[in-house]
């Protein structure tokens, strides 16, 4: 059995799920595009590739394996991105938590089954219907679970909006001790500028404590002002809405003082630097192009 524990974003990685690139299908057409930068990609024709999306995980599978992480994988479905692990399921302390996902991806929790054998049936949980949740909304900070939410009556129109109040409240009914703190994201079918898919598009706490945040993924000036006073401002990389749009939130930590970061993010690496991480630089960026990046393709398992 595979003892899970995770606490926070950054204490060191034992174990981890690894999205897939193979078998991942054909390019979509506009209308299955699931968030705005996708559409973009499809439009302009700069859809990423199956081969290049494929080497760009080999990269990252090199960082895990040189820290000795033990990585599972989903099994493979013919023609289906299972990219984005993190969508599909969470960890909280010992419990793995079932996300509520759009209807069309129904099919990547099952190609799960190798993992969940491993794991204790008492330990899975699968919330109740109306608990729309998606990994990506839920980020851990040790007594904290921040969650990104969406709460407005348009709710149903946004294709990009995946988590929601009743999710939350179910989480916190879980997890009595912890204390579970919503945002309101930004949301948008169509700029990627002005859409925050997940929490984690838009914020991200680091280990020495740091995080990452951009200012207009929440609809509520007051929830960054809040995360600003948290961390502290001098400890907070500050991303512009180009960043957020190209995923510089959404790196990934090995533990406190290593991060998985896109080799191209030249403004955040220095300041990881600068402020003591080593910064493990992958390519990455054809799968940004997707609405994701590191933390949406990985679903950690086990941190010390």
């Known amino acids: 059995m595979l003892a899970l524990n995770v606490n926070n974003e950054y204490a060191r990685l034992r174990a981890v799920l690894f999205g897939t690139a193979q078998s991942n299908g054909k390019i979509p057409s506009a209308e299955n595009c699931y968030d705005p930068s996708s559409l973009a990609h499809v439009l302009a024709g700069t859809y990423p590739t199956e081969t290049v999306m494929q080497l760009e995980m080999s990269s990252v ?31 909280i302390d010992d419990k793995f938590i079932k996300s509520n996902i759009l209807p069309d991806r129904a099919d990547e929790y099952q190609a799960l089954e190798t993992l969940l054998a491993q794991l204790n049936s008492d330990h899975i949980i699968e919330l109740p219907e ?3 949740v998606e990994g990506g909304d839920v980020i851990l ?7 990104g939410v969406y709460s407005g009556s348009d709710y149903p129109d946004y294709i990009t909006a995946r988590t929601n109040l009743n999710a939350a409240k179910a989480i916190q009914e879980l997890f009595p001790q912890k204390n579970v703190k919503t945002f309101e994201l930004r949301k948008s079918n169509s700029n990627p ?26 609809l509520n000036y007051e929830d960054y002002e809040w995360l600003l006073n948290y961390f502290g401002k001098e400890n907070v990389f500050e991303a512009t809405a180009k960043e957020m749009s190209q995923m510089n939130c959404n790196v990934f930590s090995i533990s406190d003082d290593v991060v998985i970061s896109e080799q191209n993010f030249t403004r955040l690496n220095s300041w990881l630097v600068a402020n003591g991480f080593t910064v493990e630089e ?20 086990k941190r010390d």
């Open 130 to 132: 109306d608990c729309h």
């Open 282 to 301: 992958v390519p990455y960026a054809e799968i940004s192009k997707q609405g994701g990046l590191l933390r949406c393709s990985t679903l950690p398992l």
């Open 141 to 147: 900070c040790d007594d904290y679970i921040f969650i």
């Open 61 to 91: 599978m090199a960082v895990f394996q040189k820290y000795d992480v033990t990585v599972f994988r989903p099994n493979i479905i013919e023609n289906c991105n299972q990219i984005f692990a993190r969508d599909i399921a969470f960890v």
């Open 193 to 218: 500028l002005e859409n925050a898919l997940h929490l984690d598009c838009c914020f991200q706490p680091l280990g020495l404590g740091k995080a990452l945040v951009h200012d207009r993924g929440f």
